[in-house]
């Protein structure tokens, strides 16, 4: 699926960059984010698939980012 979305800082159990989806959603990719998308409040475009696993962040669905790029 493709969302879009601002990135942002989860300051959770040590931290993760998440995403917030224009939607009203919040994604929580299960790999790092590129690191030139660690940047809070870049405008994302993202392709991802629902991820199911556990996970210590009790925040957000999980998704593995399939490929991003900046949203114009």
Do not use: R
């Not at 969302?3 to 993760?16: H, M, N, Q, S």
């Not at 990719?29 to 962040?57: N, R």
């Amino acid at each position: 699926m493709k969302i879009t979305g601002t990135v942002t800082f989860v300051d959770l159990a040590g931290g993760f960059w998440g995403i917030l989806g224009a939607d009203g959603q919040q994604y929580q990719p299960t790999g790092p984010l590129p690191a030139d998308f660690c940047q809070e409040g870049k405008k994302v475009t993202a392709k991802v698939k629902p991820a199911h696993g556990m996970s210590i962040f009790m925040w957000g669905s999980q998704v593995e980012v399939q490929s991003i790029q900046a949203a114009n």
